[in-house]
């Protein structure tokens, strides 16, 4: 019998330029390299990076798969949740290493500390971590609603 339930996610991103995101995602958010695999003729055809318990696969763009980096399709629809232990320190990091604030770090009204950031490649993350367990009623009422 087949279980359905996944034994882990991973986002695979497409980048322009595969190098330099590794070394962005490593000075960012604290990636390893866990393997990477590259082709005879020296293309990279991905990377395998963890970051915190979590892992991320990066990949240059490849138009012919359908693997468009987001320059090339004018933005991504898609958020990356980073949740870490200091999201003020891994923003100051993102930073540095060349990423945008979207939106600072700060307290929200559902309890965590939260910031979005966009990379140098045009992938959004945000970064978090909780501060408190609040009840989806007090979530309402920290709203003012």
């Known amino acids: 019998m087949t279980s359905i339930r996944p034994t882990g996610l991973?986002?695979?991103l497409f980048v322009l330029g595969t190098e330099r995101?590794?070394?962005f995602y490593r000075e960012a958010f604290g990636a390893v390299e866990v393997f990477r695999n590259t082709l005879p003729n020296?293309?990279?055809?991905?990377v395998e990076l963890q970051v915190g318990a979590g892992r991320l696969l990066?990949?240059?763009e490849t138009p012919e798969l359908g693997a468009l980096a987001p320059p090339t399709v004018g933005g991504s629809p898609v958020m990356i949740l980073l949740e870490v232990d200091d999201p003020d320190a891994v923003?100051?990091?993102?930073?540095?290493?060349?990423a945008e604030v979207l939106m600072p770090v700060q307290e929200m009204f559902w309890g965590e500390?939260?910031?979005?950031?966009?990379?140098p490649f045009g992938h959004r993350w945000s970064v978090t971590t909780a501060r408190e367990q609040l009840t989806p009623d007090e979530i309402v009422r920290n709203t003012g609603y």
């Open 91 to 98: 923003a100051r990091s993102a930073i540095d290493a060349g």
């Open 113 to 119: 500390r939260y910031g979005v950031l966009r990379d």
């Open 21 to 23: 995101a590794v070394e």
């Open 42 to 46: 020296g293309v990279i055809l991905f």
């Open 10 to 12: 991973s986002p695979h």
């Open 58 to 60: 990066v990949s240059e």
